[in-house]
T-cell receptor
Framework: KQEVTQIPAALSVPEGENLVLNCSFT??????LQWFRQDPGKGLTSLLL?????REQTSGRLNASLDKSSGRSTLYIAASQPGDSATYLC???????????FGTGTRLKVLA | GAGVSQSPSNKVTEKGKDVELRCDPI?????LYWYRQSLGQGLEFLIY????????KSGLPSDRFSAERTGGSVSTLTIQRTQQEDSAVYLC?????????????FGPGTRLTVL
């Protein structure tokens, strides 16, 4: 059974720091992995989607990597800003299913 | 509209009542998902629709939960005889097709409170 874990559960950093959020999954047989952000009381906003055949994806200050064999993905945020404060969720699409399995998220607070 | 919309945004109901939650996916998206997000927990898959195929209902927690999708577009999630443990945010997502590489786009959710 696929399980997704995100560490740390919460993180506070001063503005301007580069930071890394971690996502691990137990079954490497995945189709893709997607990173989302969720602002309080809102739905999820897609940040990056990495196919199983890819190693990384970049969008602006965000870079997501995927190491399928070790069951890990990282989301790198460069030069963090207060507007980056949100909960970040990763989700994997398991092989043989259309379901996404979500981690419980990392609550990020960037201090001005 | 450009995105996924859900209504109502908030619903407060009494235990034992039935509720209906609505999702309008992005036009042209054939795949539609319902999830539940309880306080302090991750997203829990409920049900998946793809085109005219039979839905994957494997995530529905009990037979009090049902969903339908009319005309391949709008979806309604119905919870009968609501219980307090049904209180959660119900999120809907759609994607362009059911093939495995497409992104999911989420609606803002419906916050359900059962008193």
């Amino acid at each position: 059974k696929q399980e997704v874990t995100q560490i740390p559960a919460a993180l506070s950093v001063p503005e301007g720091e580069n930071l890394v959020l971690n996502c691990s999954f137990t079954d490497s047989a995945i189709y893709n992995l997607q990173w989302f952000r969720q602002d309080p009381g809102k739905g999820l906003t897609s940040l990056l989607l990495i196919q199983s055949s890819q190693r990384e994806q970049t969008s602006g200050r965000l870079n997501a990597s995927l190491d399928k064999s070790s069951g890990r993905s990282t989301l790198y945020i460069a030069a963090s800003q207060p507007g980056d404060s949100a909960t970040y969720l990763c989700a994997v699409k398991a092989s043989g299913t259309y379901k996404y399995i979500f981690g419980t998220g990392t609550r990020l607070k960037v201090l001005a | 509209g450009a995105g996924v919309s859900q209504s109502p945004s908030n619903k407060v109901t009494e235990k034992g009542k039935d509720v209906e939650l609505r999702c309008d996916p992005i036009s042209g998206h054939t795949a539609l998902y319902w999830y539940r997000q309880s306080l302090g927990q991750g997203l829990e898959f409920l049900i998946y629709f793809q085109g005219n195929s039979a839905p994957d209902k494997s995530g529905l927690p009990s037979d009090r939960f049902s969903a339908e999708r009319t005309g391949g577009s709008v979806s309604t999630l119905t919870i009968q005889r609501t219980q307090q443990e049904d209180s959660a945010v119900y999120l809907c997502a759609s994607s362009q097709s059911g093939i495995h590489y497409n992104e999911q786009f989420f609606g803002p959710g419906t916050r359900l409170t059962v008193l």
